[in-house]
């Protein structure tokens, strides 16, 4: 089977880069070369590079696994092929943003950390999802620790973690008198530009404090908003792709037409035109950035827990029952759209429409799976900051409250037919020992509340809440407990 797009004969209706990538340099590093970021960062690279003479290259970095993707894009010149797909058509790209792609098998840490410290590289760009931060979920600060951070302080020449490849590529720089650079974080995390500071200087002033005083003074971190439904690749969506493009591409991802980027506009050192893709530039990113972290996001982990839990593969399959439909769009427009303070003008029913209709979307094939996965560490922004909003303003939240307990259920490890659910969290055996000592009953509810080390366990109100949520879906199961909202 032919796997290399760069030089096969494709179908002549498929968009081909217009741009000369020979002049592409490689002035961006990102860390976690996944299909949401080939499909949102890389795609507006793409149509920037398309309107201007822009010599801006991606270098593609997987730091764990994930070491046959990057083979697979070096094996085709690092061209992909986007496949945005609407409920009655389907448009094809390839994409020529991406100039390398590197993995510490292939290349060994140093060879990654020498990419990192070359002089035109001015932003280091993540999306490593909420855990690649080594946070901590409680306070916010660097969980000193955690496995990797134990690890890379051990060994700080050698990392592990992406913390641990960033502040020693900023070290290198500093000794060596090169310019500071942008870390620009697309991850779905509150203020995430903030997370990745508190992140870096942490683990920098535990190694040096100069080196953190450095870093504080010079490196920045924009907050950034990222939107764009995209599903993890299939053998299926490989085949259909392959079908119409005339070749197979092991890179190809499939996604929704719709797309959008607001970032924050503090770059150390020069940055890409995105505007000219459509991306926003904004002195300030949180409104947006909690908007869809509640709206859309908080959505989706309702529809996750409680249709993985109703038997439901996919997003779009819960959306073809009317009380999901009814009860996600309860959940935006009465329980998380009034804590939100937007600028004037945003219409948010507006908003919470669009997103019923890009859940609906058939064509993309959005596992409840997927989206279930980390869990413990989504739920602060997504649900748990809209609790309290509503418990401090005296408002009811009913929606919210049964998908913290549609999460809960969920991590017991089985579902409603007592099947086992492959639950992927970092706390998963956290979660194990929950229900060994106290089974699938009310009873788990303080305890796994505990993992957020949050003050909403010490508000009767809230637990209570939960609670009758939780025993609501033991008793009915999940199908019954939303259309009883």
């Not at 010149?77 to 292939?106: Q, R, W, Y």
């Not at 490196?219 to 939107?227: G, K, Q």
């Not at 409680?306 to 029952?321: F, K, Q, R, V, W």
């Not at 993309?364 to 560490?377: C, E, P, V």
Request: proline share 5%; aromatic share 8%.
């Amino acid at each position: 089977m032919i796997r290399n797009i760069a030089n096969c004969k494709i179908n002549s209706a498929i968009s081909y880069p217009s741009y000369d990538r020979k002049r592409l340099v490689a002035r961006i590093v990102h860390l976690g070369c996944g299909a949401f970021h080939r499909a949102h960062q890389a795609v507006f690279t793409h149509h920037m590079l398309e309107k201007t003479n822009s010599d801006w290259g991606i270098c593609e970095v997987s730091l764990f696994s994930g070491q046959t993707g990057i083979q697979h894009l070096k094996d085709q010149d690092c061209l992909c092929t986007i496949a945005e797909k609407e409920a009655e058509k389907t448009e094809l790209k390839i994409i020529g943003s991406m100039v390398d792609a590197l993995h510490p098998e292939f290349v060994g840490q140093q060879g990654i950390l020498a990419t990192m410290a070359q002089p035109q590289v001015a932003i280091i760009s993540l999306t490593i999802t909420e855990k690649g931060y080594c946070t901590d979920i409680a306070s916010g600060k660097l969980d000193e620790n955690n496995a990797l951070i134990q690890q890379d302080l051990a060994n700080p020449t050698e990392p592990t973690s992406a913390i641990g490849y960033i502040v020693e590529a900023l070290r290198l720089r500093y000794e060596r008198g090169l310019p500071p650079l942008t870390v620009m974080s697309c991850d779905n995390v509150k203020e995430n530009g903030n997370v990745a500071r508190e992140a870096v200087v942490g683990f920098a002033r535990l190694r040096d404090e100069k080196l953190a005083q450095w870093i504080e003074l010079n490196v920045t971190f924009p907050c950034t908003m990222v939107d764009r439904i995209v599903p993890a690749a299939t053998s299926e969506s490989l085949g259909e792709i392959a079908e119409q493009l005339g070749v197979y591409d092991p890179c190809a991802i499939t996604c929704e037409p719709f797309r959008q980027w607001v970032i924050e506009d503090n770059f150390a050192n020069g940055r890409p035109n995105w505007d000219l893709a459509g991306a926003q530039f904004v002195k300030d990113v949180v409104p947006f950035e909690t908007m869809k972290l509640r709206m859309l996001n908080g959505s989706h982990s309702f529809l996750a827990y409680l249709g993985y839990l109703g038997g439901y593969a996919h997003i779009a399959d819960t959306m073809a029952n009317s009380d999901y439909r009814q009860a996600v769009l309860g959940l935006m427009l009465q329980e998380q759209a009034p804590t939100l303070t937007m600028p004037i003008g945003t219409d948010l029913s507006q908003y919470a429409h669009l997103l019923i209709k890009r859940f609906s979307n058939p064509s993309l094939k959005h596992q409840t799976w997927q989206i279930a996965m980390d869990g413990s560490q989504k739920l602060p922004q997504r649900m748990l900051d809209s609790v309290t909003y509503h418990l401090t303003n005296g408002s009811d939240y009913p929606h919210l409250a049964l998908g913290i307990a549609g999460w809960m259920r969920y991590v017991s490890g089985k579902d409603e037919q007592d099947k086992l659910i492959d639950v992927r969290d970092p706390l998963v055996e956290q979660f194990k020992s929950i229900y060994q000592q106290y089974g699938v009953s009310i009873d788990v509810v303080p305890a796994l509340l505990a993992v957020f080390g949050n003050p909403l366990l010490a508000n009767p109100h809230f637990v209570r809440a939960v609670t009758e949520a939780y025993q609501q879906l033991l008793d009915c199961g999940a199908r019954r407990a939303v259309a009883a909202l």
